[in-house]
């Protein structure tokens, strides 16, 4: 199947920093990709949906300021936390579309975000 | 929007039993019903998946039931072994805003003990 990889898997950063997350498509273009957030024990939130050459889509409540998301390329988007804080911490995992078909849809395999 | 409840949370079976986890949603326009499967420490996989012009689908010892009046569907897991022990996640997408949108079940945690 295709693969989507993300980076880093896991880091640790002190509060205040902002940490980048990358999310590439590496043998497919991705029009359309999607930033999930996941807490212990519980199911994938979504975030935004990153649309290349445009604006990312965001879900309600989330602070697109503080969460931002460039879709630069059609086998890149990358998330950027900001001045992240300790209850930014959380596992974030990224997904894309192969062909614009909802039924291939692949995940990326997640980032591990530790805020101090 | 969409609200998708998946139950149970947690289950678990005796090796070679049937699983089955339900999932209701409540927007009749979602078209499509994929169920994910996701081992400990490990991304999510597609497992099987459902559009809402089809009653059933089966694929060897999984198999996916749609009922769109009652907007509810289910997977059904046959001879459980230990190896189906992960995290399953049922999703309703439909398109809206131009683009397709998935919502997530809140995820079973399924236990095949041997």
């Known amino acids: 199947g295709a693969v989507v990889s993300q980076h880093p898997s896991w880091v640790i950063c002190k509060s205040g920093t902002s940490v980048k997350i990358e999310c590439r498509s590496l043998?497919?273009?991705?029009?359309?990709m999607f930033w999930y957030r996941q807490f212990p024990k519980q199911s994938l939130m979504l975030m935004a949906t990153?649309?290349?050459?445009?604006?990312?889509?965001?879900e309600q409540g989330v602070e697109k300021d503080k969460f931002l998301i460039n879709h630069a390329s059609l086998t890149l988007s990358t998330l950027t936390v900001t001045s992240a804080h300790p209850e930014d911490s959380s596992f974030y995992i990224c997904?894309?579309?192969?062909?614009?078909?909802?039924?291939?849809?692949?995940f990326g395999s997640g980032t591990q975000l530790s805020v101090l | 929007g969409e609200n998708v409840e998946q139950h149970p949370s947690t289950l678990s079976v005796q090796e070679g039993d049937s699983a089955v986890i339900k999932c209701t949603y409540s927007?009749?326009?979602?078209?499509?019903f994929p169920w994910y499967k996701q081992e400990l420490g490990k991304r999510p996989q597609l497992i099987i998946d459902i559009r809402s012009n089809v009653g059933e689908k089966k694929d060897q010892r999984i198999a996916v039931t749609l009922n769109k009046t009652a907007k509810h569907f289910s997977l059904h897991i046959t001879e459980t072994q230990p190896e189906d022990s992960a995290v399953y996640f049922c999703a309703a997408s439909l398109e809206s805003g131009g683009y397709q949108k998935v919502t997530f079940g809140t995820g079973t945690k399924l236990q095949v003990i041997p």
């Open positions: 043998d497919f273009q991705a029009t359309t």
């Open positions: 927007d009749s326009a979602s078209n499509y």
């Open positions: 990153s649309n290349e050459g445009s604006k990312a889509t965001y």
């Open positions: 997904s894309a579309i192969l062909g614009g078909r909802i039924e291939k849809l692949f």
